[in-house]
């Protein structure tokens, strides 16, 4: 566990540029940053806060995962994470990685949108965490530790 919560605090933020050519080539840049990262073996859970920011507009999301609750682990491009969300092409650069934890129940937590520093929306996070990574080697250093983390956590969980 110290071994993510070391890859999450130094992680740094990253920027990458969204795309949507269709939509009058549509783009603007976004930067990712962490904080508040923490690890806590005894109760086998996970708690970080993302902020997203581009221009005007800010998301963050504050999560708490309890990692005898994870049922999946993955590590997919951003490009194709996003891609549901658009009927459009959707391009991302530099392509960012993002490792998905997928939980047995809805997460605690928020995500809360801000334009110009006003709060415009203010919603429970759903059974879905998510980090990102600029490279797909930490992304998938990351999502095997998570994933070894959480097995142990359910055998910790369920008992002898």
């Keep these: 566990m110290n071994f993510i919560a070391n890859a999450l605090n130094s992680r740094g933020t990253i920027s990458w540029t969204e795309t949507i050519p269709d939509v009058f080539g549509a783009s603007y840049t976004m930067n990712s940053s962490l904080t508040d990262v923490n690890a806590n073996p005894s109760e086998c859970s996970l708690k970080w806060t993302n902020v997203y920011t581009s221009s005007d507009d800010k998301m963050v999301e504050t999560y708490l995962v309890n990692l005898g609750t994870v049922s999946n682990v993955g590590v997919e491009p ?14 991302v650069s530099p392509e960012t990685y993002v490792v998905v934890m997928k939980t047995d129940a809805p997460l605690p937590g928020n995500r809360e949108s801000y334009h110009k520093s006003k709060l415009k929306s203010k919603k ?11 490279d797909a080697q930490t992304a998938n250093t990351v999502s095997d530790r998570i994933r070894h983390a959480a097995k142990i956590c359910r055998a910790t969980r369920s008992g002898p």
């Excluded at 951003?78 to 391009?91: L, T």
């Design 78 to 91: 951003y490009s194709q994470y996003r891609k549901s969300d658009f009927q459009f092409k959707f391009e």
């Design 124 to 134: 429970k996070l759903s059974n879905e965490a998510r980090v990102l990574f600029s």
